[in-house]
């Protein structure tokens, strides 16, 4: 009988008192073994770390790490992946919850397909508010919970460049050998998702499973909601989303399809810097904007 894979649920922690202990339970509670969790606390300054300690002291297996100073989630996931043994991982914020079929279903996906080809698979997820009360579906879905926009079973690179919603990383897992091959995480960068799905695409195959895997919360701290607005953090994160846009120029500098991909997203950032009254944002908007026309008329 073959020997199922080991899949390592990494829990990242930044001040989550309230959510953390039912995430860990979340991922305790799979219907899939085997599974390793290790959790870690970014520099918490609440009692997210206590309530840990105290929870794990009945879960010896659970791995828990404290970092000494707050690094940020990619610099974070990264350390952490540095001490899992699963041949797939898991990045699970700890105030998300993976529903209980969640890592068979993964697993499942991930047999079906060459190992070697696929990077990612990812499903949909239910929007949970700070009680955990549904809100809706993250995907739209039908009667029958099924999605309604098809083409998320054909994300491929250009589709993912263009905009609009067709990633889901709570939902998802990752091929721990590409993890490593892509260097992981882009530590330059306040968040990891988005770039290291692109660079997932420009190599090997994203797959997506049409059910519920996951609860995602909605807060009104939540990474979503900070891009353009007025202040520090997301300051951090229109930078990253620049640098992100301008390494895939950089890489894709000769594909015209590619680079009218990235336009769109462009504009998009160009639209919303306007709107936001983001002035120095709007000005590196446009500087990419001009290098890839200047890209797109060399490449004719």
């Known amino acids: 009988m073959k020997t199922q894979p080991l899949v390592s649920i990494i829990c990242v922690a930044y001040n989550h008192q309230n959510y953390v202990i039912e995430t860990i339970k979340s991922a305790l509670n799979q219907t899939y073994s085997p599974i390793e969790i290790i959790i870690i606390d970014d520099k918490s300054s609440d009692d997210t770390a206590?309530?840990?300690?105290?929870?794990?002291k009945?879960?010896?297996?659970?791995?828990?790490?404290?970092?000494?100073?707050?690094?940020?989630?990619?610099?974070?996931?990264?350390?952490?992946?540095?001490?899992?043994?699963?041949?797939?991982?898991?990045?699970?914020?700890?105030?998300?919850?993976?529903?209980?079929?969640?890592v068979k279903y993964q697993i499942e996906a991930f047999s079906k397909y060459n190992n070697s080809e696929i990077g990612i698979v990812f499903g949909n997820s239910e929007l949970i508010n700070q009680d955990g009360d549904y809100i809706r579906d993250y995907f739209s879905t039908d009667e029958n919970r099924n999605i309604i926009d098809k083409s998320l079973f054909t994300i491929d690179l250009k589709y993912l460049l263009k905009g609009g919603l067709c990633m889901n990383s709570v939902s998802s897992m990752m091929h721990r050998g590409i993890f490593n091959d892509l260097n992981g995480y882009d530590e330059r960068l306040a968040f990891e998702d988005f770039d290291y799905w692109i660079r997932v695409l420009e190599n090997y195959n994203i797959v997506y499973i049409d059910k519920i895997l996951t609860q995602k919360r909605e807060l009104e701290k939540s990474m979503s909601k900070h891009f353009f607005k007025k202040n520090k953090f997301a300051n951090s994160l229109d930078k990253s989303m620049v640098l992100i846009i301008q390494e895939t120029i950089n890489r894709h500098k000769t594909e015209t399809n590619i680079l009218r991909a990235i336009l769109k997203r462009v504009h998009y950032g160009i639209s919303n810097s306007i709107k936001s009254n983001k002035f120095s944002l709007l000005k590196s908007y446009i500087s990419l904007k001009l290098r890839i026309h200047y890209f797109l008329i060399f490449s004719k």
Not at 72 to 85: E, I, L, M, R, S
């Open 50 to 56: 206590k309530i840990i300690k105290n929870f794990i």
């Open 58 to 102: 009945d879960y010896p297996t659970i791995k828990f790490i404290e970092n000494c100073e707050n690094l940020g989630n990619t610099k974070t996931f990264n350390k952490a992946v540095k001490y899992a043994h699963g041949e797939y991982l898991i990045d699970l914020a700890c105030d998300d919850i993976l529903l209980p079929n969640c």
